[in-house]
């Protein structure tokens, strides 16, 4: 079994930083995309920034300049560096990877279970 824990989340000031990290644990063969959404109260779930197994990036414009994806797939992690926080910024957000279980078998989805971050005005 496959899973995604998040870790990093945290109430901050306007203006500041939070990193955000996300592990797969579990047997797999490899990891391809992975990636981060996020969820603010009463809206649906957006895409906030996504990294391929190249390292290939890809952002939100609202939070392009400000945030920052990578990986390190030596230990199955993929981080989001959050600068210049906003308000606009509070949701939960979630980690979400495209794991191959086995050699020849397909690509599946995987979720993390979410990190609060709340950005204080």
């Known amino acids: 079994q496959v899973q995604l824990v998040e870790s990093g989340g945290d109430l901050v000031q306007t203006g500041g930083s939070l990193r955000l990290s996300c592990a797969a644990s579990?047997?797999?063969?490899?990891?391809?995309?992975m990636g981060w959404y996020r969820q603010a109260p009463g809206k649906q779930r957006e895409l906030v920034a996504s990294?391929?197994?190249?390292?290939?990036?890809n952002y939100a414009d609202s939070v392009k300049e400000r945030f920052t994806i990578s990986r390190d797939d030596a230990k199955s992690t993929t981080f989001l560096q959050m600068d210049s926080l906003k308000p606009d910024d509070t949701a939960v957000y979630y980690c979400?990877?495209?794991?191959?279980?086995?050699?020849?078998?397909?690509?599946?989805?995987?979720w993390g279970q979410g990190t609060q971050v709340t950005v204080s005005s």
């Open positions: 990294i391929t197994s190249g390292g290939s990036t």
């Open positions: 979400n990877a495209g794991v191959t279980l086995r050699r020849w078998s397909y690509e599946t989805a995987y």
């Open positions: 579990g047997s797999f063969f490899s990891i391809g995309s």
